[in-house]
């Protein structure tokens, strides 16, 4: 919702960037305050009034709402095996502000299992190789490949190699896989480190035998994460 001066344009970009889905879904986070490295503040209307002309016009193919209580319960009984308390908060956003429940909330409404889930503020570099060209190697070949990180800006090839942190700008992820990491540990451990951890640094500490992925064709798509200046100002973005 902070991000609604710019959001048309960056979903515009992303799309004509990144052609290789089989349907594209902007899933909404409802918090409206206190936003982790804020730069703007918070417009509902305006953002889903941009959101709805995304739709209406074939950008995206379904808005996905914030999770209700019910759904967030059932995302933490699903997922992490355990009942959220409701009584110590929310159970939508760790410690420190950032979200997670929406991120899940997108998952379980994406039709395939691989997902390229991406921050709508990334500015990507769609290279001379369809990004797909990166997938069967790693996806389809090798059954603990759980992640494959879109590359950050580079002019040369990069060997893939494993044993990286989950990235979670930008990444193919196998969404059955990402469960089973998750089902694999004790419930009472993630009832502590989801609330205290951001969920991807949770991944890493639990990744166990499955395989984190980075390296790229220097032809194919890589992204740059601009600064908050560049992001707040609608005239500068993407320019």
């Known amino acids: 919702l902070m991000e609604h001066s710019t959001i048309t344009q960056r ?49 995206i193919d379904r808005l996905v709402e914030p999770p209700s209580r019910g759904q967030v319960a059932l995302i933490h009984y699903d997922w992490f095996g355990f009942e959220p308390d409701f009584k110590r908060g929310n159970w939508t956003h760790d410690i420190q502000g950032v979200q997670y429940a929406s991120t899940f909330h997108g998952f379980n409404n994406c039709q395939s299992d691989l997902v390229l ?9 769609s290279g001379k190789l369809p990004l797909v060209s990166e997938l069967p190697l790693l996806l389809f070949e090798d059954p603990l490949t759980l992640t494959w990180s ?17 990235e979670v700008r930008g990444c193919v992820v196998s969404v059955a896989r990402l469960k089973q990491v ?55 973005y993407l320019l």
């Open 11 to 59: 979903v515009q970009h992303l799309v004509e960037s990144l052609p290789c889905g089989v349907e594209t879904i902007l899933v909404l986070d409802g918090k409206q305050e206190k936003f982790l490295r804020q730069y703007d503040d918070a417009d509902e209307t305006a953002f889903r009034t941009q959101a709805r002309k995304l739709k209406a016009e074939g950008w």
């Open 117 to 125: 889930q991406v921050d709508s503020d990334l500015m990507i570099y």
């Open 150 to 166: 879109l590359p950050i800006a580079s002019r040369v090839t990069k060997k893939y190699t494993t044993g990286h942190r989950f």
């Open 182 to 236: 998750f089902r694999s540990t004790p419930p009472h451990v993630l009832s502590t480190f989801i609330s205290m951890k951001h969920w991807y640094r949770v991944v890493d500490d639990i990744i166990g035998s499955f395989k984190s992925y980075r390296g790229r064709d220097h032809l194919t798509p890589c992204f740059v994460h601009p600064q908050n200046d560049i992001k707040a100002d609608e005239n500068r």
